[in-house]
Structures are given as C-alpha cells and as structure tokens.
C-alpha cells in the first residue's frame, strides 16, 4: 500500500583569553553573542515548483507534533488533502493547484512522522486530520470538505466524527477500512455528512474496502460509492489523464460542488 514557525535559537558565548597586554593567559575577555537558527524543512521540497505557488505553513497537532503543510487559494470553501502512506503533500499539489485555481482555499499538508513534519510521536492519523481541519478554518475557511487517498482516505473518514462543527463532506480515494491502528470502518457508522467513496476493482481489495465502508455508513447519510475498472489506487485518480481516473476526478469536483 501506498502510505502512511518555530525557529530555535542556539546561542553560544565565545570567552577568549591571551597572554599579552598584562592580561593573565586564560583571564576571560567580553563575551561575545552570535545566534544560530535552525532553519525547519519546507513541505513539498521534492516538488518545489508546485510548492511555490502556495503559502508555507505549520500547526500543531493534539500530541503536540508541528505539522507542515501548504496553503493555496482564498475562498471561504476550504478542501484538507491528506496524503497516502509513505508520501507527502507532492502527491496532492498538482490538485491542489487545480482546486485553489477553481475558487477553493486549499490545504495539503505532511503527517507526522513524513515529509517536513516532525516526527510522530504520540500522533494518531485522525489526530492529525483533526488539527489540519481547525488549522484551514481558523485560516479562512468556514466550510471545510476532508479529502484522503489511501491512508489519508481512512484518516479522514475516521477524523470526521472528532471534527467540530461537522465537515461539509467527506472523500475517500481507495482507503483502507483499517490502517496503522485507525478504524475508519467504526466511525462510517458514526458519520453524519455526506461521503464519497471511491476505488478500482483491480486494485487489490479496495473496491471491496471502499464497498465495506460504503455499506456501513448509515443509509440517512447523503453516501456515494464510486468502483471503476481499474488498478490506479488513491492520488492516482486526479493526477491520471486516463478515462477511468477522469471519472473519478470528476465525481470529486460534482461532489465539492455539491458539497462544499
């Protein structure tokens, strides 16, 4: 399976002796001050261009870890795009792009433990999605849709219960019912917003997955189940131009529409 600002100053004091001018050898002469930055890790340094064309940022999570991330567009519609495992905010910066240019303020952003942010810790997935969603809103966003591909795709369907208020919506791209200690198919049966499901049935079993969190998301709930014929998995879908990716991409966008 594809997976899963603070700066710190150091200051050194440089004491000096000599053993000339009347000065006993080893008598200390005026401290001197010099002060070191250690400059963090930018999120989406393997995809710089992308990356350029939206804003730096970092929050902290509920353990307390820094997360990267970054932040384009500037509509009161915000989309969180969590990564599979294994990857970082490059997987979904090509679309992200695309959604800031079509109206969204958008936010991809690292998992602890990946990428730029800091190591994981105590960090849980659905934490983590929980903390980028208050981040994005207190950043502008009043509706906010959770999207995930593969390990993110369990991460925001599981976090989407915890979010407060409720998300517009929820997506989930070939995401596991159960990944890294996260149970997504638990909390399906706790949501209470509209979710799109998506997966190619040849890719391994999660069209069968995508099916089992479908089938346990309660039926009052506005639940779309989208299988193609196919073997991309997660981010494959948007960055694809492929007949079967482009259905995928496109129930995303009539859902945001629909949704967000």
Known sequence: MIRQTAVAVAVAVAVAGCGTGGRPAGSPTKASTTTATAVRPSAGSGCRSDAAKGTQVRFTNQAGASLAGVLLGSSATGVLLAH?????VCQWLPFAND????????????????????????????GDVVAATGFLREHGATAVVLVGASMGGTAVVAAAPA??????????LSGPARFAGVDAQHAAAALTVPVLYAAGDGDENFAAQARSLYDATPTTVDRTL????????????????GDTARQVRQAMLDFLMAHG
């Open 163 to 172: 979010v407060k208020p409720p998300p517009a919506g929820v997506v989930s």
């Open 99 to 126: 959604l800031a240019d079509a109206g969204y303020r958008v936010l991809a952003f690292d998992f602890a433990g990946d990428g730029a942010s800091d190591p994981a810790g105590n960090s849980t997935l659905d």
């Open 84 to 88: 599979q495992s294994d990857g970082d």
């Open 226 to 241: 989208v299988v193609v014929h196919s073997s991309e998995h997660g981010v494959d879908f948007v960055n694809d131009h």
